[in-house]
């Protein structure tokens, strides 16, 4: 899932590209914290299971003399989740590879407090220590993958920080999927955006009824993404919506306008077939913590209220919805 926010994304990007390989050439040459992140875990009665699969990893000494991690660390009530023969599997020592790939998919090679989570949008992705991404795909609780909450956040150590989460994370090739269902609603929008070639920030452009829209993306400096990121789903207020709203164009862009505007993008390439599908379901927006429910009434389809005047103005890493409304929270 890419992400609207270009200026959150390549923050989180910058901040996170810190190189593996330098890291585990530097866990050798380190000395020991006193409270070092290995010691944390051990005094965390709820962390146990983790940090007895970490020795019989042979991790112990990594983490206590790695330079930075932030650990997303199960609890053990998380890893009773998981079958308990896939547990025993992993004790054994032909599957330490295995083990030691897992237990590394669950740290970034930096510290990432619960506040630098909090700027993030949804869809923020990093590379884990053992090289898969890991995504943030909601803030409301805040999940990683889609799969695991974090439920207790900046348990802090001289060497990194540990956030607790109630699922255990496998790396995509570990990951079982069963095959999607074909579905109208998941094909449609994927389809329009194969046979499209224009971004989404040249159809903005070429649609005069949503000149004033395309306006303020371009003075918060948004614009960018909407040339590089995708897919997205862009609901875009008409020019009379947005004269309502705004009835002269600000000069200086604040975070109020920046957020509203976010507000109107979702992860994802939605047509709308796939929305008439989806009625009753809320997406997360760009916007940190806010979501849009999609509803249907006499055969339109309505985004927190605001109904889809005209759908489908496919780009090639998104899809337009025109909308005759600011979308309210």
């Known amino acids: 899932m890419q992400v609207f926010s270009e200026r959150f994304t390549m923050r989180f990007l910058i901040r996170i590209a810190v190189p593996v390989i330098a890291l585990l050439m530097t866990f050798s040459v380190r000395s ?28 112990s000494d990594d983490l206590k003399t790695a330079p930075v991690l932030t650990l997303l660390a199960p609890t053990n009530d998380a890893f009773a989740k998981l079958p308990k023969e896939q547990t025993e599997a992993l004790l054994k020592p032909e599957n330490k590879a295995t083990l030691r790939s897992i237990l590394l998919y669950h740290a970034l090679a930096v510290k990432f407090s619960s506040v630098d989570i909090r700027d993030l949008p949804v869809g923020s992705k990093g590379p884990s220590v053992a090289g898969p991404a890991l995504e943030l795909t909601s803030f409301d609780p805040p999940t ?12 802090n150590a001289d060497n990194g920080v540990i956030h607790e989460i109630d699922a255990v994370l496998l790396p995509p090739s570990m990951v079982k999927k069963a095959p999607a ?41 948004l614009g960018d993404s909407l040339v590089k990121r995708g897919p997205l789903t862009i609901f875009a207020p008409t ?28 992860a994802g390439a939605y047509s709308a077939a796939d929305l008439t599908g989806m009625t009753g379901q809320s997406l ?3 916007q940190r913590g806010a979501t849009l429910k999609v509803t249907g009434k006499d055969g339109k389809v309505l985004v927190n209220g605001v109904p889809v005047v005209k759908a489908d103005l496919a780009a090639k890493n998104g899809i337009i919805h025109i909308v005759d409304g600011i979308l309210p929270q």
């Open 32 to 59: 020991a914290h006193a409270d070092d992140l290995f010691a944390v875990l051990k005094k965390t009665p709820e962390l146990s299971t983790l940090a007895k699969l970490i020795e019989v990893a042979g991790l």
């Open 181 to 221: 269902p074909v579905t109208a609603s998941k094909s449609s929008g994927e389809a329009m955006t194969a046979a499209a070639t224009e971004t989404l920030a040249a159809t903005l452009d070429r649609v005069p009824e949503l000149s004033m829209f395309a306006a303020l993306v371009k003075k918060t400096g």
């Open 144 to 155: 990683i993958n889609g799969v695991a909450k974090v439920i207790k956040t900046d348990i």
């Open 239 to 266: 020019n009379a919506a947005i004269a309502k709203a705004f009835p002269v164009l600000p000069n200086t862009i604040d975070d109020k306008v920046t957020a509203i505007l976010m507000r109107h993008a979702v």
């Open 284 to 286: 997360p927006t760009v």
